[in-house]
């Protein structure tokens, strides 16, 4: 898959109430801190915070409330990206909170382990499977991780994006409890039959679901909360959108060899700087909430050439590994794959960021997917 306040915060499902300080402090609202007590009420599909006070001095800006109706895209919110179109159907809610948008790299990732295993044979079992476990992969884990990450990032959501399904009190808590629950015991389930089925004699598959559902939970719920560290959260989360599902592809159809496990992983640190890419767009609420997201911990500047860093340094050793693997011809195919993309680094990401960041991710990240195909095909076991 790694982030995120003025005197008064209300939103269609939350309202947050702050008292005020002393008449020795001038009516100044006192600011929230991240871990500051707070009590819940349910009243039928709302939710009420009250927050307790800290001795903060900050004045926080007010969040806008809602998302312009006029703006918003249905689209985009089946999606489960920005600009998303405000909804009142429940289903269509639910999906947008497992974010679609974010499936495709894990569902090819399954085709790329797939790839690499060497016996995946374009049979109807073969396909079958390889089906169950795009869905085990994509909408079932990757919607649990989606869906429980904007359930702990709520209060920094709030700030940055308070017409979201949860701080907008579209989807009631007990729903959104329900939700990660049923996708994360489905993914399991899905873990399960995969492993009968490949007729493993150790549950593979369910030990990496079980792995990847952890790590899942421990990047975004405290105490741990791997997120707050810009360099350990995004790794975590690389390395869950590029090794994880590889990992199960080729465990499905072959063995998990450790030299694998080891490039995947040295490949992840190209699924870091993608991850870094999503945090400019929470610089606001990570500062205020205390997250040392890397655009807040070496400013948004440094952080831009860390991400392209990355994501192009990264590629280009794996190139030199194929080169001196005695495949020269993948090599100079992963070379072509990364020319692309540092063009568009240069025209969208290196300028704006955070207005360029849709259309960087969808000019740059095909290069870079169908790089970890040819990767893959490479090192056919």
């Known amino acids: 898959m790694a982030t995120m306040a003025s005197s008064l915060l209300n939103t269609a499902a939350y309202s947050i109430r702050l008292s005020n300080s002393s008449s020795k402090l001038n009516n100044r609202c006192r600011t929230l801190h991240p871990a500051t007590p707070i009590s819940l009420s349910r009243s039928r599909r709302r939710l009420t915070i009250r927050a307790t006070e800290t001795d903060a001095n900050e004045v926080k800006p007010k969040a806008p409330e809602t998302a312009p109706a006029a703006s918003g895209s249905s689209f985009n919110q089946i999606l489960g990206i920005k600009g998303a179109k405000q909804e009142t159907n429940i289903w269509k809610i639910r999906l947008q909170l497992t974010k679609p948008v974010t499936w495709p790299p894990l569902i090819?990732?399954?085709v790329c382990g797939a790839a690499a295993s060497g016996n995946f044979h374009w049979t109807v079992e073969d396909v079958a499977k390889s089906i169950v476990c795009m869905m085990m992969s994509g909408p079932f884990l990757t919607g649990y991780t989606q869906?429980?990450?904007?359930?702990y990032d709520r209060d920094i959501d709030a700030i940055n994006e308070p017409y979201r399904p949860i701080p907008s009190g579209a989807i009631s808590e007990q729903e959104v409890v329900t939700q990660f629950w049923v996708l994360l015991l489905g993914g399991l389930g899905l873990a399960c039959i995969l492993d009968v089925w490949a007729g493993h004699k150790t549950p593979t598959m369910f030990y990496l679901a079980l792995g990847?559902?952890?790590?899942?939970?421990?990047?975004s719920a405290p105490p741990l909360k791997l997120k707050q560290n810009g360099w350990i959260g995004n790794f975590a989360l690389g390395a869950s959108y590029i090794s994880l599902p590889w990992w199960a592809g080729q465990a499905l159809f072959g063995t998990l060899t450790p030299d694998?496990?080891?490039?995947?992983?040295?490949?992840?640190?190209?699924?870091?700087?993608?991850?870094?890419?999503?945090?400019?767009?929470?610089?606001?609420?990570?500062?205020?909430?205390?997250l040392q997201s890397l655009p807040v911990a070496f400013g948004e500047e440094t952080a831009k050439w860390i991400c392209v860093g990355a994501i192009d340094i990264t590629q280009l050793s794996i190139a030199?590994?194929?080169?001196?693997?005695?495949?020269?011809?993948?090599?100079?195919?992963?070379?072509?794959?990364?020319?692309?993309?540092?063009?568009?680094?240069?025209?969208?990401?290196?300028?704006?960021?955070?207005?360029?960041?849709?259309?960087?991710?969808?000019?740059?990240?095909?290069?870079?997917?169908?790089?970890?195909?040819?990767?893959?095909?490479?090192?056919?076991?």
């Open 260 to 290: 694998i496990v080891v490039l995947t992983l040295l490949y992840s640190i190209a699924g870091l700087g993608i991850a870094i890419v999503n945090d400019f767009k929470s610089v606001e609420g990570d500062r205020k909430m205390g």
């Open 212 to 219: 990847g559902s952890f790590i899942s939970y421990i990047y």
């Open 147 to 151: 869906t429980i990450n904007d359930w």
């Open 108 to 110: 090819w990732g399954v």
């Open 320 to 381: 030199g590994y194929l080169l001196g693997s005695g495949k020269p011809y993948y090599a100079l195919a992963l070379l072509g794959l990364i020319a692309p993309q540092v063009f568009f680094q240069f025209k969208y990401f290196l300028k704006d960021p955070v207005k360029y960041d849709v259309k960087y991710q969808a000019s740059a990240q095909p290069f870079l997917i169908l790089g970890l195909l040819v990767t893959a095909l490479a090192t056919n076991h």
